[in-house]
Each structure stands twice: as structure tokens, then as C-alpha cells.
């Protein structure tokens, strides 16, 4: 058998797969917003505009806040739609959890809501 010769620096490489595309990390906040955007969509556009506007001008929320203020949004919510309000909050987590499917929330004995779900996502990602 043959020696093969000793390396002065250890080798390294990395492995891709062909059809492998590189896509920066999306914004958490961005994934928010999109799966709230997603859900208000159920109702049509020009409610989704009118629950925007209500949120700001009313509870001081805009669009933007959403992921930061979480509890504010979900509270909005359920002073507009009632106990609707929980279709829209399970469809929001519906859509985040299609953006990161890795991700597994267990609520703990308050049970399962919008805003533990969005703060168990944001330490995950």
C-alpha cells in the first residue's frame, strides 16, 4: 500500500447541493407581518385595511408594531371580532408555522394563544 503524503494545514470543504439556493434569513418581523396579512386577506382586502386602520387609530398599533406588541394585537382583536378573533389567531399561526416548520410550540397551562406562540417563535428563530 502506498503512503499517501502528510498535510501541513487539515482539509476543509463544504458540501451543496446542486438545486440548493442561498436565501438570507428572513426578518422575524417580516414573517409576522406576513402571516397576519395572510390571515386578515380571509376577510377581503378592504376589511383587512379597515382592522389596520382600527388598530392604529383606536389602539394606537400600527402595521409595523404588530410583531413587537403581539399581546396588544391579539387583545385588538378579540375587542373587534369577539370569539372570532380565535379563527384569525390559529390561521396567523397556521401561516407561521408554514414559514418555519421546524419549529414545535407546547403551551404550557395558560394554553395555547397568538401571543405565546409569536414570543416561542421569536427565541426559536
Not at 438545486?19 to 414573517?31: H, L, R, S, V
Request: hydrophobic content about 40%.
Amino acid at each position: 500500500m502506498k503512503n499517501l503524503p502528510q498535510l501541513d494545514t487539515p482539509l476543509s470543504f463544504e458540501l451543496k447541493l446542486e438545486n440548493e439556493e442561498e436565501q438570507p434569513a428572513e426578518d422575524f418581523n417580516a414573517i409576522v407581518l406576513g402571516a397576519v396579512d395572510s390571515a386578515l386577506s380571509m376577510l377581503g382586502e378592504s376589511s383587512k385595511q379597515a382592522v389596520f386602520n382600527y388598530m392604529e387609530k383606536k389602539c394606537n398599533l400600527s402595521r409595523e408594531l404588530i410583531p413587537s406588541r403581539i399581546s396588544d394585537f391579539a387583545g385588538a382583536l378579540d375587542k373587534v371580532f369577539g370569539k372570532a378573533a380565535l379563527v384569525l389567531e390559529v390561521r396567523i399561526m397556521h401561516e407561521l408555522h408554514e414559514k418555519a416548520t421546524a419549529f414545535k410550540y407546547y403551551p404550557g397551562t395558560e394554553g395555547l394563544s397568538l401571543a405565546g406562540y409569536v414570543e416561542g417563535l421569536r427565541d426559536f428563530l
